[in-house]
């Protein structure tokens, strides 16, 4: 019998009313569960939000500074635990152990960002028009936050919602994926541990309708913050309108690179190997277009091709093993489907294209590193989010062709050029309609310190980390202060 898993409301481990649960398996060998989680209904929810509510008034007065310290011990926990918080990771996602060490670092970078953040949460002093009237504006927490997080980085992506929520003096309520239940529990474990007050981080686990929706339509619920498919991101969007409610949108990408042909071919070849197959291309980062100028697009396809067939796919335990499986059949599923629609489509398959075959590939999820040439920029597999390791190659032959390839897409998140032109890589900054633009590196490694998101289909305009993450968590209040005595008139005296 495998581990059971509780919710964690009000500073207290327990079962949810179903009385149910679900497993967690690993998706590199389906006969491995990893522990059952409780499958939470509305009742739950309103249990946890009522929790964050009641915890409100309290931590919204403690001081920032007080607050930041119990990040900064999160992040010395997170820190000493990594290696074991990794490892979860990898058995309950697939991604490669460096890679989940990643996913841990992320956080633990984001603690501490958020901490130093307590002892800033900055807000203006401006002039005002009159003498004796004093004039500033100060930052105020939204109060209670939905955190409902994505599967691909089980702790990252946590993190980046609540410790900037937290450091804000919001209260919390989070749900994190059904693929990636146990990150979370560790994750909220390591905060308990750090001496945040009971009720001001609640963990409610289960599916999307039968938790996520009574959590986004809660009444008491001031802010949703979603990361996840595009799909659900419009679903939540349009219950937080009628609730009137503010919320906030990381969705899908199509990124891409380009290579000029003036760019050094091993690092671009690198660059782009680490951006399409690393995580196993389920990364709303991931490269999934490579846009090559003809010239050196033969040279290019050659090495990209020999480096993608010798991929070493397999079990993300295994310290060789550079890429593991996709997160669940469903999802294995759906990147079959679109490589049958870029075969129909004429794309031409230079590697990859299927299931991973033979007996240690049997039990897990896994799927061939995919390249496909001769891609059109209109063709399906070039316009929709695969997330998986399926990646176009595009020719162009002008650095304006390339940014109108890149530029033609529904989404913007991330974007990149090799080149080894100052010219061409500041008119591609310029020019290239994404919210993160790497110039000779890959779509893939923003760092928590920077805005993170994108344009268009990818978001709904808010960012997420850097000095700006703490905005959509926090409501701006503008202060004047008349010590002159008597009734003074704006705009009139
Ligand atoms: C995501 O793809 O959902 O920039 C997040 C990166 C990571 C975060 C990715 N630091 O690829």
Same mark, same amino acid.
């Given at each position: ?35 059952? *989680? ?114 691909? %980085? ?40 750090? #001496? ?103 040279? %290019? ?53 299927? !299931? ?54 529904? *989404? ?25 633009? !790497? ?26 980390? #850097? ?27």
């Amino acid at each position: 019998m495998s581990k059971v898993y509780k919710n964690y409301i009000n500073g207290k481990w327990q079962v949810s009313n179903s009385e149910e649960t679900f497993e967690n398996i690993n998706p590199s060998n389906t006969k491995q569960v990893i522990g059952r *989680f409780q499958k939470s209904n509305q009742i739950d929810i309103n249990k946890a939000v009522a929790a964050a509510k009641n915890a409100q008034i309290k931590w919204r007065n403690t001081p920032a500074p007080k607050r930041g310290e119990m990040l900064f011990r999160a992040g010395e926990l997170l820190l000493k635990n990594k290696d074991s918080l990794a490892r979860d990771m990898t058995m309950e996602m697939g991604k490669v152990f460096k890679e989940t060490g990643g996913d841990v670092q992320e956080g633990i970078d984001m603690a501490y960002y958020a901490a130093g953040e307590g002892r800033r949460l900055m807000g203006e002093t401006v002039p005002s028009e009159m003498t004796n009237k004093f004039c500033m504006s100060v930052r105020m927490p939204v109060g209670i936050v939905a955190a409902i997080t994505p599967w691909n %980085f089980p702790m990252a992506i946590p993190t980046w919602k609540l410790f900037p929520a937290l450091i804000a003096g919001n209260t919390v309520v989070l749900k994190p994926a059904s693929d990636t239940p146990l990150s979370a529990v560790n994750l909220v474990k390591i905060l308990e541990k750090a #001496g945040f007050p009971a009720g001001v981080i609640n963990l409610v686990t289960g599916t999307g309708e039968e938790t996520g929706r009574p959590l986004i339509d809660h009444p008491n619920v001031n802010l949703v913050s979603f990361t996840g498919s595009t799909n659900t991101g419009s679903f939540v969007a349009e219950h937080c309108a009628k609730g009137m409610k503010k919320f906030s949108l990381e969705m899908g990408g199509k990124n891409a690179v380009v290579v000029m042909d003036d760019a050094d071919l091993n690092s671009a070849v690198e660059g782009v190997l680490w951006g399409a197959f690393g995580t196993t291309g389920q990364r709303c980062t991931a490269c999934s277009r490579v846009i090559v100028h003809e010239k050196v697009i033969k040279k %290019f396809n050659d090495l990209l091709v020999a480096k993608a067939s010798g991929l070493r796919v397999g079990d993300g335990l295994n310290g060789k093993i550079e890429m593991g499986p996709l997160i669940n059949e469903s999802q294995r599923q759906k990147v079959k489907k679109y490589v049958d629609i870029g075969i129909h489509e004429g794309a031409k398959l230079l590697t990859g294209g299927d !299931y991973c075959h033979g007996k240690s590939f049997q039990n897990g999820f896994f799927f061939q590193p995919t390249v496909f040439g001769d891609v059109s920029p209109k063709m399906r597999i070039a316009q929709e989010e695969i997330f998986g390791p399926v990646l176009s190659v595009i020719p162009c032959n002008s650095l304006e062709q390339a940014v109108s390839i890149v530029n033609d897409s529904k *989404f913007g998140l991330s974007s990149a050029i090799y080149t080894q032109d100052v010219n061409r890589a500041f008119k591609a900054i310029e020019t290239l309609d994404t919210g993160i633009t !790497y110039i000779n590196s890959s779509t893939i490694g923003a760092e928590i310190q920077l805005p993170f998101g994108g344009t268009k289909g990818t978001g709904n305009g808010h960012r997420e980390a #850097g000095s700006v993450g703490i905005d959509v968590f926090t409501e701006w209040k503008s202060v004047y202060v008349d010590y002159s005595g008597k009734l003074q008139k704006a705009q009139i005296d």
